[in-house]
Every structure is written in structure tokens, then in C-alpha cells.
T-cell receptor, first 117, second 112 residues
């Protein structure tokens, strides 16, 4: 149980275009989902926290107009990178917190590698 | 602000031996959680072990155990009987007020 999927696993897009990444909790309902960014050989950096039905909370330094997060249902959150640039290339990971679990529970997706050319 | 520091970028251990990964953190909070996550080459984050700050007893999960020193803000991971499948990046993480903070990671190589 507690499986989180991400789609796509890899995506290449051209500079200036937008790309959407989906994060789904497959066998549980997630009231909260987190989006992280991981640079090569670096740690995970929390980008934003999204709660179902409400606006995402962005970490300091993260452009909310560039990284649009939508948490439309208890099983789906999306991250849209708008007007992508090569510096947006990175590994993006989501995690989901089950609805009826403690605050420390989170399950990670397998990640999405974004390459902007 | 919460910070997590892992001072060992890379470590190696022989198969079947024991290795300890270090982690220190900084916080002014009293209630929080600490974690060790494993990230193998597949990049999937896997929870290794969790420790609640209010518990004095060190957490243990099979071959994995922690040494939690709250006053020193230290949280090390001991892997006993290391296996080839333990080769991965290991991240120490701190959680408080709905947010997770990760250290920079330690790359562990288990050698046959």
C-alpha cells in the first residue's frame, strides 16, 4: 500500500514552453502533497506544500507564477512549469501524506526528470 | 530556521561490516521528527527509520538503528551487517510544522 506515482518519468521540452507533471496517490487519499526539487548530487529542496481544495503554500524563493501547483482532488496534484528555461532542468519529486495518518507520514513518488533544451 | 547537516559526502564499507552515518540538526523547537531516507540509483525515496523527538529510546528497524542525542542535536544511523543492496544515497531529514528539511546526503558504497 501507500503507492505514489508520477507522470511522466522523463520529459524533454523546449525553452519557453510549459510542461505539466502529475502526482497521484494510487491507493490512499492525500490531503497534503509536497513538491521537491533535487539538483544533481544534491539534497531535496521543498518547493511547495499543497492541500486539497486550497492554494499551495510556496517556500521562500520559489516563483509561484512559474511553478503552478494544483491539488484538485484527494489523489491528484499537478506541477506546471511555465515558460521553462534550461535552468529549470532538474529532478522533481512529489510526496503525499495519507488522510488519516500522522503528520510525519509521507510517501514519495519516483520522480520526474525535466530537461529543458 | 531548521537546518540539517550531513558532514560525510561519501562513505564506503565492506559487505557484512557496520557503518555509521552522521547527522546533526539545528532547531529551537522541542517537538519534531527525524528520519533517515534511502535513495537508490532508481531515485525512489525509501523511509529507513523514524524517530520521534519526545521518545528517548533509540529507534531500531532490523539492521538499522539510530543514536539520537537530543541535547547534542545529533541523529546518526548505524547499519549493521551491511549488504550490497544498501548501496545508495542516505538523507537525514527533520520534520516540524508540516515541513520536511533534508540534509545534503551521504553516498554509501557497500563493497563485496
Amino acid at each position: 500500500g501507500a503507492v505514489v506515482s508520477q507522470h511522466p518519468s522523463r520529459v524533454i521540452c523546449k525553452s519557453g514552453t510549459s510542461v505539466k507533471i502529475e502526482c497521484r496517490s494510487l491507493d490512499f487519499q492525500a490531503t497534503t502533497m509536497f513538491w521537491y526539487r533535487q539538483f544533481p548530487k544534491k539534497s531535496l529542496m521543498l518547493m511547495a506544500t499543497s492541500n486539497e481544495g486550497s492554494k499551495a503554500t510556496y517556500e521562500q524563493g520559489v516563483e509561484k507564477d512559474k511553478f503552478l501547483i494544483n491539488h484538485a482532488s484527494l489523489t491528484l496534484s499537478t506541477l506546471t512549469v511555465t515558460s521553462a528555461h534550461p535552468e529549470d532542468s532538474s529532478f522533481y519529486i512529489c510526496s503525499a501524506r495519507p488522510r488519516d495518518r500522522g503528520p510525519y507520514e509521507q510517501y514519495f513518488g519516483p520522480g520526474t526528470r525535466l530537461t529543458v533544451t | 530556521a531548521q537546518t540539517v547537516t550531513q558532514s560525510q559526502p561519501e562513505m564506503s564499507v565492506q559487505e557484512a561490516e557496520t557503518v555509521t552515518l552522521s547527522c546533526t540538526y539545528d532547531t529551537s523547537e522541542n517537538n519534531y521528527y527525524l528520519f533517515w531516507y534511502k535513495q537508490p540509483p532508481s531515485r525512489q525515496m525509501i523511509l529507513v527509520i523514524r524517530q520521534e523527538a519526545y521518545k528517548q529510546q533509540n529507534a531500531t528497524e532490523n539492521r538499522f538503528s539510530v543514536n539520537f542525542q537530543k541535547a547534542a542535536k545529533s541523529f546518526s544511523l548505524k547499519i549493521s551487517d551491511s549488504q550490497l543492496g544498501d548501496t545508495a544515497m542516505y538523507f537525514c531529514a527533520f520534520m516540524n510544522f508540516n515541513k520536511f528539511y533534508f540534509g545534503s546526503g551521504t553516498k554509501l558504497n557497500v563493497k563485496p
